[in-house]
Nanobody, 120 residues
């Protein structure tokens, strides 16, 4: 079983920046991919950014050029640097892992999330 702890959210003015972190712990042998999702009130959870163990990244069109995903594979941490924030970026942000333990490969499920609020 894997535990995820997201942090770094907060209240910021439009145009500002935040850096989110997600630390994974538990029975992890290797990580294949790490993702950031977000869910705004009344909306579906959506993929924001993803990074593979090889360093390949993918971004939602709405955040391209503003957000950067990175990871520290040795520490099982994934980051999301968010610049030029907009009010529409307001949401709870969650991370998710595609990982392998000694027993097989799994989806980590969700952590508790971290709230990001961007004021206009």
């Amino acid at each position: 079983q894997v535990q995820l702890v997201e942090s770094g959210g907060g209240l910021v003015q439009a145009g500002g920046s935040l850096r989110l972190s997600c630390a994974a712990s538990g029975n992890i042998f290797s990580i294949n991919a790490m993702d950031w999702y977000r869910q705004a009130p009344g909306k579906r959870r959506e993929l924001v950014a993803a990074i593979t163990s090889a360093g390949t990244t993918n971004y939602a069109d709405s955040v391209k050029g503003r957000f950067t995903i990175s990871s520290d594979n040795a520490k099982n941490i994934v980051y999301l640097q968010m610049n030029s924030l907009k009010p529409e970026d307001t949401a709870v942000y969650y991370c998710r892992l595609d990982y392998c333990s000694a027993y097989g490969c799994y989806d980590s499920g969700w952590g508790q999330g971290t709230q990001v609020t961007v004021s206009s």
